[in-house]
C-alpha cells in the first residue's frame, strides 16, 4: 500500500475544503465587509496552500523543498488568526487585526517561495510549531464550545466537534516524534484519518443552514 | 465624585438620560438660551462638573472676536464664576477656532498661568471641551451679530472645568449630547438654518425634508460587524439578508468613510430615500452611524418619533 495516500488525501481534502471556504469568504466579504470573514478567507487561503505545498513538495524530487517551515508556520499563523478574529468584535480591532493577517500572509508566502533554499526543518521546531498548532486548535474548539454552551447552535457544536478532531489529530501528529521511527507510521495513518474526519465536520458545519 | 460616575454604562445612561429629558422639556423652551441653560445644568449634575459653560463663536470671522457666553452651570456658589467667564472669553476664541474637542487636561495647558492658579484655588485643576461647528442662526432678537455682514454658522463651545481627571468616555459623552440637542434645537426651530445666500447649500442639503434629522446629511455610516458571525451563526448562512432594493443599493455603496450626502450622491438617492433606507438597515442591525469625529451616535434618539 502507498504509505503516501492518506496524507496526500488529506492534504487534497484539506487544499480543497480551505479554498473552498476561502472563496465563500471573500465573496461575502465583497458584499457584507465583514473583517472577520475576510480574515477567515486569507487563514483558509493559508491553509489551502500549506496543503497544497506538503502535497507537491512530496512529488518533486529534483530539488528538496522544506515546505515544512510554511505547513507547520502557516497552519500555526492561518488558525492563530481565526482564533484572534474571534476574540474581539470591535470595527477597529479586527480592521487592525485584518491588516496585520494581511502583512503576515505576504511574509509567509515568501517563506513559501524560499523553500528550495531553506535547510530541513529540525524536530524541535517542528515539536515547537506542532506543539503551537496543537495548542491554538484546542482554544479555538474551547472557544466554539463556549459558543455553543452560551447559545446552542448547530453550527458552533459542529465546529467545536472539527477543531476537537483537529486538536486530536495534531496531538498524534505531535506524539510520533517522540517514538521510534518504526512507530511512527503506527501515529500518522490515525492522525490523517482524524484529520479528514475533522474536515468533513468542518464542511458540514459551513454547509448546513 | 464618586468613584464609578464616569463609568461607561453610567456615560452611556446619563447621556440617554440627559436626551430622553430633553425631549420633554424642549416642548416647553421658546429660546436657545433656556435650552442651553438646561443643558448645561442637566450635564453639571449628571456628570458630576463643577463648573460648566456654553458658548458660540462666529464661523468664517478670524479677526474679529465673537465668543459668546450663552448659559453656565456651577456648583458651589463660591467658584469664581462671571469673572471666569469674562477672562476665559479669549481661550474660548483660540478653542473655536482650533475646531477640535479635547479630553481633560491640565488647567495649565488651556488657560494664562494667573487664571489657571485661580481656578486651582477652588480646586479646578483639569479642563475638557467641547467644539460642535454647525451651519446655524439665531432669530435676530436672541442674538446679535458681531458684524453685519453674512454668517457661515457658528462654533459652539461646551467648556468643562473639573476636579479631576475622568474616564475617556466622558468628553465623547458631552460632545454627543451636544450634537444631538443642537439637531433637536434646529428641529424645534430654536436654532435657524442659515440662509440661502449666506453659505452654500447642497442640492442635496436643498432637498432635505422636514422630517429628516438635520443632523443626518453629515453622519457617517458604516457596516456593523456581527459579533456573532462566525462564532454563534455561520457565516454562509445566516448573512444579512436586505430584501428592500434601496436599502441594499445603499449598504453596498458604504465604505465605512462616506457622509449620508456622499453616500446619496454615489447611489442617486434623495435625503429622504437614504433616510428611509438607512432606518431599514438599522432594523436588520447591519449599520452603525458614527458623527464624522468618529463618535458613534444614538440611533434610537436620531429617528426617535419619525
Same mark, same amino acid.
Given at each position: 500500500?502507498?504509505?503516501?495516500? /492518506?496524507?496526500? *488525501?488529506?492534504? #487534497?481534502? &484539506?487544499? +480543497?475544503? =480551505?479554498?473552498?471556504?476561502?472563496?465563500? !469568504?471573500?465573496d461575502i466579504?465583497?458584499?457584507?465587509?465583514?473583517?472577520?470573514?475576510? /480574515?477567515l478567507? *486569507?487563514?483558509? #487561503?493559508? &491553509?489551502? +496552500?500549506? =496543503?497544497?505545498?506538503d502535497?507537491?513538495? !512530496?512529488?518533486?524530487?529534483?530539488?528538496?523543498?522544506?515546505?515544512?517551515?510554511?505547513?507547520?508556520i502557516?497552519q500555526?499563523?492561518?488558525? &492563530?488568526?481565526?482564533?484572534?478574529?474571534?476574540?474581539?468584535?470591535s470595527?477597529?480591532?479586527?480592521?487592525?487585526l485584518?491588516?496585520?493577517?494581511?502583512?503576515?500572509?505576504i511574509?509567509?508566502?515568501?517563506l513559501? &517561495?524560499?523553500?528550495?533554499?531553506?535547510p530541513?526543518?529540525?524536530?524541535?521546531t517542528?515539536?515547537?510549531?506542532?506543539?503551537?498548532?496543537?495548542?491554538?486548535?484546542?482554544?479555538i474548539m474551547c472557544?466554539?464550545?463556549?459558543a455553543?454552551?452560551?447559545?446552542?447552535v448547530?453550527?458552533?457544536?459542529?465546529?467545536?466537534?472539527?477543531?476537537f478532531?483537529?486538536?486530536?489529530?495534531?496531538l498524534?501528529?505531535?506524539?510520533?516524534?517522540?517514538?521510534?521511527?518504526?512507530?511512527?507510521?503506527?501515529?500518522?495513518?490515525?492522525?490523517?484519518?482524524?484529520?479528514?474526519?475533522?474536515?468533513?465536520?468542518?464542511?458540514?458545519?459551513?454547509?448546513?443552514? | 465624585?464618586?468613584?464609578?460616575?464616569?463609568?461607561?454604562?453610567?456615560?452611556?445612561?446619563?447621556?440617554?438620560?440627559v436626551?430622553?429629558?430633553?425631549?420633554?422639556?424642549?416642548?416647553?423652551?421658546?429660546?436657545?438660551?433656556?435650552?442651553?441653560?438646561?443643558?448645561?445644568?442637566?450635564?453639571?449634575?449628571?456628570?458630576?462638573?463643577?463648573?460648566?459653560?456654553?458658548?458660540?463663536?462666529?464661523?468664517?470671522?478670524?479677526?474679529?472676536?465673537?465668543?459668546?457666553?450663552?448659559?453656565?452651570a456651577a456648583?458651589?456658589?463660591?467658584?469664581?464664576l462671571?469673572?471666569?467667564?469674562?477672562?476665559?472669553?479669549?481661550?474660548?476664541?483660540?478653542i473655536?477656532?482650533?475646531?477640535?474637542?479635547?479630553?481633560?487636561?491640565?488647567?495649565?495647558?488651556?488657560?494664562?498661568?494667573?487664571?489657571?492658579?485661580?481656578?486651582?484655588?477652588?480646586?479646578?485643576?483639569?479642563?475638557?471641551?467641547?467644539?460642535?461647528?454647525?451651519?446655524v442662526?439665531?432669530?435676530?432678537?436672541?442674538?446679535?451679530?458681531?458684524?453685519?455682514?453674512?454668517?457661515?454658522?457658528?462654533?459652539f463651545?461646551?467648556?468643562?472645568?473639573l476636579?479631576?481627571v475622568?474616564?475617556?468616555?466622558?468628553?465623547p459623552?458631552?460632545?454627543i449630547?451636544?450634537?444631538?440637542?443642537?439637531?433637536?434645537a434646529?428641529n424645534?426651530?430654536?436654532?435657524?438654518?442659515?440662509t440661502?445666500?449666506?453659505?452654500?447649500?447642497?442640492?442635496?442639503?436643498e432637498?432635505?425634508?422636514p422630517?429628516t434629522?438635520?443632523?443626518?446629511?453629515?453622519?457617517?455610516?458604516?457596516?456593523k460587524?456581527?459579533?456573532?458571525?462566525?462564532?454563534?451563526?455561520?457565516?454562509?448562512?445566516?448573512?444579512v439578508?436586505?430584501?428592500?432594493k434601496?436599502?441594499?443599493?445603499?449598504?453596498e455603496?458604504?465604505?465605512?468613510?462616506?457622509?449620508?450626502?456622499?453616500?446619496?450622491?454615489?447611489?442617486?438617492?434623495?435625503l429622504?430615500?437614504?433616510?428611509?433606507?438607512?432606518?431599514?438597515?438599522?432594523?436588520?442591525?447591519?449599520?452603525?452611524?458614527?458623527?464624522?469625529?468618529?463618535?458613534?451616535?444614538?440611533?434610537?434618539?436620531?429617528?426617535?418619533?419619525?
Amino acid at each position: 500500500m502507498n504509505t503516501r495516500l /492518506i496524507p496526500n *488525501l488529506l492534504d #487534497v481534502s &484539506l487544499c +480543497l475544503v =480551505a479554498l473552498f471556504i476561502a472563496v465563500r !469568504s471573500f465573496d461575502i466579504y465583497s458584499r457584507f465587509r465583514q473583517y472577520r470573514l475576510f /480574515i477567515l478567507g *486569507l487563514s483558509m #487561503v493559508l &491553509l489551502s +496552500l500549506s =496543503a497544497a505545498a506538503d502535497f507537491t513538495s !512530496s512529488y518533486i524530487s529534483v530539488v528538496a523543498l522544506h515546505t515544512d517551515w510554511f505547513l507547520y508556520i502557516g497552519q500555526s499563523v492561518g488558525f &492563530l488568526f481565526i482564533l484572534l478574529s474571534l476574540v474581539q468584535s470591535s470595527d477597529r480591532y479586527l480592521r487592525s487585526l485584518m491588516n496585520v493577517n494581511i502583512l503576515v500572509f505576504i511574509l509567509l508566502l515568501i517563506l513559501l &517561495l524560499l523553500s528550495p533554499a531553506l535547510p530541513a526543518m529540525p524536530n524541535a521546531t517542528r515539536t515547537l510549531f506542532g506543539f503551537a498548532r496543537l495548542l491554538i486548535c484546542m482554544f479555538i474548539m474551547c472557544a466554539y464550545f463556549s459558543a455553543y454552551m452560551n447559545k446552542p447552535v448547530r453550527f458552533s457544536l459542529l465546529m467545536s466537534a472539527s477543531f476537537f478532531f483537529f486538536t486530536i489529530d495534531y496531538l498524534i501528529t505531535l506524539e510520533q516524534y517522540v517514538v521510534p521511527t518504526l512507530s511512527q507510521y503506527l501515529f500518522r495513518a490515525p492522525a490523517d484519518i482524524i484529520g479528514v474526519i475533522g474536515l468533513v465536520m468542518l464542511v458540514s458545519a459551513v454547509s448546513i443552514e | 465624585m464618586g468613584d464609578d460616575t464616569f463609568s461607561p454604562q453610567n456615560m452611556r445612561g446619563y447621556r440617554l438620560t440627559v436626551f430622553t429629558q430633553l425631549r420633554h422639556a424642549i416642548e416647553a423652551m421658546h429660546h436657545p438660551e433656556e435650552m442651553f441653560q438646561w443643558m448645561t445644568s442637566m450635564m453639571m449634575q449628571r456628570f458630576d462638573v463643577p463648573i460648566v459653560q456654553l458658548w458660540t463663536c462666529e464661523n468664517g470671522w478670524t479677526d474679529q472676536p465673537s465668543a459668546h457666553l450663552w448659559a453656565m452651570a456651577a456648583q458651589n456658589p463660591s467658584q469664581p464664576l462671571y469673572v471666569i467667564s469674562e477672562k476665559v472669553a479669549t481661550v474660548v476664541e483660540r478653542i473655536a477656532k482650533g475646531q477640535r474637542s479635547s479630553s481633560p487636561l491640565p488647567i495649565e495647558r488651556v488657560f494664562p498661568a494667573y487664571l489657571s492658579s485661580l481656578l486651582k484655588r477652588y480646586g479646578l485643576g483639569f479642563c475638557a471641551f467641547c467644539v460642535v461647528s454647525k451651519n446655524v442662526d439665531f432669530a435676530p432678537e436672541a442674538y446679535a451679530r458681531s458684524h453685519e455682514r453674512t454668517a457661515a454658522g457658528f462654533t459652539f463651545v461646551v467648556l468643562l472645568l473639573l476636579q479631576q481627571v475622568p474616564q475617556q468616555d466622558f468628553t465623547p459623552a458631552i460632545n454627543i449630547i451636544l450634537e444631538q440637542a443642537l439637531a433637536i434645537a434646529e428641529n424645534r426651530h430654536l436654532l435657524l438654518p442659515v440662509t440661502a445666500e449666506s453659505v452654500q447649500i447642497t442640492a442635496q442639503q436643498e432637498a432635505l425634508a422636514p422630517e429628516t434629522p438635520p443632523a443626518l446629511p453629515g453622519l457617517i455610516i458604516r457596516k456593523k460587524q456581527n459579533a456573532g458571525l462566525m462564532l454563534s451563526s455561520n457565516p454562509f448562512a445566516s448573512s444579512v439578508t436586505i430584501t428592500d432594493k434601496q436599502a441594499l443599493r445603499f449598504y453596498e455603496a458604504i465604505d465605512g468613510h462616506k457622509s449620508v450626502v456622499e453616500l446619496c450622491n454615489t447611489t442617486g438617492m434623495t435625503l429622504k430615500e437614504a433616510q428611509m433606507a438607512l432606518q431599514e438597515l438599522l432594523s436588520l442591525q447591519c449599520i452603525e452611524i458614527y458623527t464624522p469625529e468618529g463618535w458613534p451616535v444614538d440611533t434610537a434618539l436620531l429617528f426617535k418619533n419619525r
